[in-house]
């Protein structure tokens, strides 16, 4: 069992610790939001999402997304979410979680949640660290109407990881990014040296997704919610280039309405998930080792999102040296 089971916000705002949106960075691996304390040497202790699963267009050739919450980043990382791989005319939507360096390089796939993780299905997510090394994550799906199913799995990892995250992106490079529409995300929350906050209170950089040669934006990170600060939305933009360069285009904000509404559903839902989840004598077990995505391709990992030691700025794949402050990457 999970420490602490999924939950909502706390009831009371806790202590701002940031400002909102502080960088906006064309990143060539992710959208999404990452709160950085790096430089603070600050440790980001927990992490926590909810989405609904995108509704992924086919397509002949393989293209991919990926939604999921992460702690810590480059080879030390903690990831767990959903996926959509588009090949040959059909989708596969699957659940995975990934424990780098100690899981190898490829994700586990999470096979209790086949055929569970399929369009318009609400997914919580969470990663949290007990004691010293001891970590555990969990991973739920449902719709309003059912009863939740759910992973959950405890671990050892390196403590300490300075970063959180919530991030759309493709399974580069093989696969480019599949048309998904948008995805929002909710309920988004992490925990920095104890202290819970909303997104909006973290210190939070906003990433959009780029083609590999920054020169056109391939998925659009919308704002967070004002009137909650702990919502926003992505968008599809397009799969891949050659394309000329464009200006980020963030989701239009009506679109906040409903998800504000649904928020307040979710939160009583989260209620029901919590109780079920106690008193469920279901047998839960991580997978024995790591897989490659399903056997229809035998692909790497989705790359994590590395940053720079000096300034704690993404850096590009394969890069020499730091794009915003030159320092030299090791």
């Known amino acids: 069992m999970l420490i602490v089971p999924l939950h909502g916000p706390m009831a009371s705002a806790p202590v701002r610790i940031g400002e ?4 906006e960075i064309l990143n060539p691996t992710a959208a999404g939001y990452i709160a950085n304390y790096t430089s603070l040497a600050r440790s980001a202790d927990h992490v926590i999402a909810y989405w609904t699963v995108p509704t992924v267009k086919p ?55 086949d055929g569970k993780v399929g369009p318009g299905r609400i997914i919580g997510a969470e990663i949290k660290r007990g004691t010293g090394n001891n970590w555990a994550l ?19 990892h390196t403590p300490g990881l300075p970063s959180a995250g919530w991030f759309v992106q493709p399974l580069q490079p093989d696969y480019p990014l599949a048309n998904f529409g948008s995805v929002a995300f909710f309920l988004t ?27 056109c934006n391939l998925a659009a ?5 004002p009137t909650n600060g702990d919502n926003f939305i992505l968008s599809f933009l397009q799969s891949a280039g050659p394309c000329s360069p464009q200006k980020t285009s963030n989701a ?30 279901r047998k839960k077990s991580a997978p024995t080792g790591p897989v490659a995505w399903q ?36």
């Open 59 to 113: 397509s002949s050739q393989g293209t991919s997304v990926l939604e999921s919450v992460a702690i810590g980043s480059g080879d030390t990382i903690v990831q767990v979410g959903t996926s959509q791989l588009s090949h040959n005319g059909a989708v596969t939507y699957e659940a995975w979680y990934w424990v780098a360096p100690e899981n190898g390089g490829n994700p586990a796939i999470i096979h209790q949640l």
């Open 138 to 156: 969990e991973i739920i799906s449902k719709t309003l109407n059912s009863i939740p199913d759910s992973f959950q799995t405890q671990f050892t």
């Open 221 to 225: 990170t919308g704002d967070i919610d």
């Open 252 to 281: 239009p904000s009506n679109l906040l309405i409903p998800l504000v509404i649904g928020s307040v559903i979710i939160a009583g839902v989260v209620i029901l998930v919590v109780a079920l989840v106690v008193v469920s004598t």
């Open 189 to 215: 929350n992490a925990t920095i040296d104890g202290t819970e906050s909303r997104l909006d209170q973290l210190q939070n950089s906003r990433l959009t997704l780029t083609d590999s040669s920054l020169q």
């Open 295 to 330: 056997n229809l391709v035998q692909t790497a990992a989705p790359p994590p999102v590395r940053l720079c030691s000096n300034c704690s700025s993404p850096l590009q794949p394969g890069g020499r040296f730091c794009d915003v402050c030159g320092k030299q990457i090791l």
């Open 20 to 23: 909102t949106t502080l960088n």
